[in-house]
């Protein structure tokens, strides 16, 4: 990095600098995005025709969807969006020196290598788990699969995620620079504070939900054996009970970023700001816990109960609603200049709006009753979660790559693998959609009994194939800026932020031995008035 | 924009209050058995026309913002208006009030559905499913029974009363839009109306392990009087 600081390998691997902690968690998530990836072709390889396609055994089918379900989101999304983002941008934005507790965020980090170790032993052990990522008994304690890897990947990156949130959230209270008042911070201050509380609250309900698994499945316990006087739905609803919040835990930071990107690149202040705070991050925050039955609506529990969950979950489009409102009204009467991260920034707002869409049927728990389960559900939480999260996690990357590297990206190459990105999306989970509606259940190896279904399927492939080559065309762009980009300056988006007001890359301590005093008049999306340095 | 939202908001207004009751018991004779699969399509064909409406008015005011705010000159910036405090509770309530109406009004229809979904009619015929890995067992009242062949009599409705013998499997009949667990220890219903005699395929939508995919079947919807034969013949073997 800066020439004054060394960068062999034992400075990063001892590293406590939160930028170095970023970089690293950004490192370790992509390459669980290429393996998790590499799974999803697999797994639309085997659907290209009816039959054994490239496997003819489901048990290897079933791991790969295992893989691609679990390390997506255990390995790439969460790591990515609170292990990278948060690490590098949440201190900068604030105008700290490092994180609270430098040595724990290194601890965490290395917690979350050993987990992406952890999956990676899927591939050598001799029954890898084929539980999928929600692991449900008395499946998974009945099958030959091996469990335990999946019940310690969890709680490893559960760990992992508890100790970085403990370390952001003191960071943002007592790390703040002289002068920064709450009503002074950035947008994704907000949403990572609320992301951790969230993941404070939560994980400790799925670590308990595994490890209740693992002693059924191997200490002879019973929680879930009806036959012992346990019973199967406890663990649909402790592991929903923590697994819709993981969604708002992925989601928050990830909005917070597009946030910061169409707010740069329109140089316009945040739409309604307060209210989007409070009215979007807050309430989202407040409801996350009371939704999780709309996952269980086929589940066979108390009509009352489904029935209310309906309600509070149809109640989701009140706060994504106004925070969807902020962002297209950011755009107005912005100066919007469509460089590679506000591709992705404006892409999310139309791939969100079509899986946020189509949510509500699904939370309608009649409708539901149709589609659980099927194809339908896939492409919508593809839609709203998994591809929108990951065109903010690239649109991000884009976005901060001139701060971490000191380099520029190829324009060119960025915007050539968004529109791939864009194009294979729309193609693979947009046909999706209707395979689903037309009765295709999930998790299938084969769909002997749906053979009209043949060509679409076809379709969806073809899908997958040209995300890949985005995906491919990212990476190039990237390793090219690297190698070869030109010289990053400062501040090449002209944004107001505080991050930008040093250094690229920043030196230790973030901000060139200047301490950070954070004037009353202070606006993070200021731009009606000449930029100024702190 | 103001022009705009009004127009949203109208569009939203006029479409909530144009949708009469959208579930099946509207037009129908008394005494007649509602059918929960069109009852569903009905009601998804409503919510189709409700999404789109939004969806299309948003996606056309952001293209509208993308493409007239693009940056002119290198220096060009934001308008950057701060809003007023009305504004802001403004943008804040209207909004909150239009979309907490469509959430209600599309909960008291779901909820209507979900009653007639979850009481099957008197008379319903009733007929015991165990699922295992990874096959359907049928068993008829008298004691015939039928692995992954669900033969069920054309213009009756049916009662299933589900359980699983190992793992969570569910039983799905995409044709007549129903689904529902079947757990070890639990004991779970729904019920569906087979009209006219023909084929279905019923699957599995739990994963269950390997064979997740391999247990399927087939509802079979006989003609009354075949339907008994069968059953006679079965009840016998």
Redesign the interface.
Known sequence: MSAHVKSGFKEWIFTTDHKRIGILYLVGSITAFCLSGIMAVLIRLELWSLGPTITDDPTTYNVWLYMHGAVMILGFQIPALTGWFANYLAPLQIGAKDVAFPRLNAFSLWLFWAGVVLALLTFVVPDPPDVMWTGYPPYSVVTSGNTALYSFTVLVMGFSSIAGGINLIATIIFMRAPGMAWGKLNMFIWTVLAAFTIQLIFVPVLGSAVTMVLFDKYLGATFFNPGMGGDVLIYQNLFWFYSHPAVYVILLPGIGMIFEIVATFSRNRIFNFKVAVYGGVGVLVLITGEVWVHHLYTSGLADWLRVFQMVTTLMISVPVGILMISLVGTLRGGAIDYKTPMLYGVGFIFVFLVGGLTGIPLAMASLDLAVHDTHFVVAHFHFVMAVSMTFAIMGGTYYLFPKMSGRMYSETLGRTGFWLFLIGVFVTFGTMFFVGLDGMPRRYYDYQMFPQLENLHKVQTIGTMIIGLAVITILISWIHGLVAGEKAPSNPWGSRSLEWDTTSPPGPGNFGGRSIVVPDDWDPYCYDKPGRTL | ?KKIFMALTAAFMLHTASAKSVFANEGRKAGAIAD?AE??SR??HE??V??TI??VI??A??IY??LK????SPD????????SAAQ?WG??LI??FV??A???F??A???S??NI??KPPAGSYEIEVRAEMWSWNFIYPGGAAAVNELRVPAGKPIALRMTSS???H?L?L??F?????C????V?Y?WFYPKVPGEH?L????????????M?GKVIVMPQEEFDNWLKKETKA
């Open positions: 924009m929960p009852g569903w009601l998804f919510v189709l409700d999404v939004m969806g948003f996606a005011i952001t913002y993308m705010y693009k940056r002119k060009q910036v934001g308008s950057c208006k701060k809003l802001m943008w804040a909004p909150a979309f907490m469509d959430d209600f599309l909960a229809n779901t909820w559905l979900w979904y979850r190992d793992v969570v569910s799905y995409s044709d839009k129903v689904k529902e667990d757990m070890p220890g639990r779970t729904y395929v699957t599995c939508t739990e994963y269950c392990g390997a064979m997740h995919s391999g399927y």
